[in-house]
T-cell receptor
């Protein structure tokens, strides 16, 4: 089993829709999680960190469920510009700086 | 625009060539990374340098040789590569410790083709 797994999609949604992605992880010792966004033929960029208490940034909400070992990303009121691949990223515990990317979920927002 | 600069943007090399990829950042970051990304796949970690020391090698073949001359520079030396090594090679940096450890700043990548 891969350490970090995501539904590859594509998720095709109309503008204005709410869409949610999950990412499951297998190592319960993992400490920190992040959502990155990668546009086609561009480098990945940090979208938001994921905290146990959940965090919200505008239309984006990230949650961590340690008991079930998954993280989620909710996007409300989807825009065409949200079309991208969303990657969950896991930072190994300790001072290793080891950041592992999930397989990514492709989102296509349709007009 | 990214604050991590990678050169060259494109590289074509034969299997017997020796070439190098270069990466530079001036954000004062103390951790630098090489990732490899194939089409429609996520970035795959290769190496991590932390405070100019190699801290992680993800069992990468020896035909890839990283080097960190100083805290701002990261090189990846390539020798005797195989066609399956063709990919986008992404350099990234991060603060290296503290609460922002998970924030990677990526360069635009070097697209490598091995003939």
């Amino acid at each position: 089993r891969k350490e970090v797994e995501q539904d590859p999609g594509p998720f095709n949604v109309p503008e204005g829709a709410t869409v949610a992605f999950n990412c499951t992880y297998s190592n319960s010792a993992s400490q920190s999680f992040f959502w990155y966004r990668q546009d086609c033929r561009k480098e990945p960029k940090l979208l938001m960190s994921v905290y146990s208490s959940g965090n919200e940034d505008g239309r984006f909400t990230a949650q961590l469920n340690r008991a079930s070992q998954y993280i989620s990303l909710l996007i409300r009121d989807s825009k065409l510009s949200d079309s991208a691949t969303y990657l969950c990223v896991w930072l190994y515990g300790g001072a290793t700086n080891k950041l592992i990317f999930g397989t990514g979920t492709l989102l296509a927002v349709q007009p | 625009d990214t604050e991590v600069t990678q050169t060259p943007k494109h590289l074509v090399m034969g299997m017997t060539n020796k070439k190098s990829l270069k990466c530079e950042q001036h954000m004062g970051h103390r951790a630098m990374y090489w990732y490899k990304q194939k089409a429609k796949k996520p970035p795959e970690l290769m190496f991590v340098y932390s405070y100019e020391k190699l801290s992680i090698n993800e069992s990468v073949p020896s035909r890839f040789s990283p080097e960190c001359p100083n805290s701002s520079l990261l090189n990846l030396h390539l020798h005797a590569l195989q066609p399956e090594d063709s990919a986008l090679y992404l350099c990234a940096s991060s603060q290296g410790n503290g609460p922002n450890t998970g924030e990677l700043f990526f360069g635009e990548g070097s697209r490598l083709t091995v003939l």
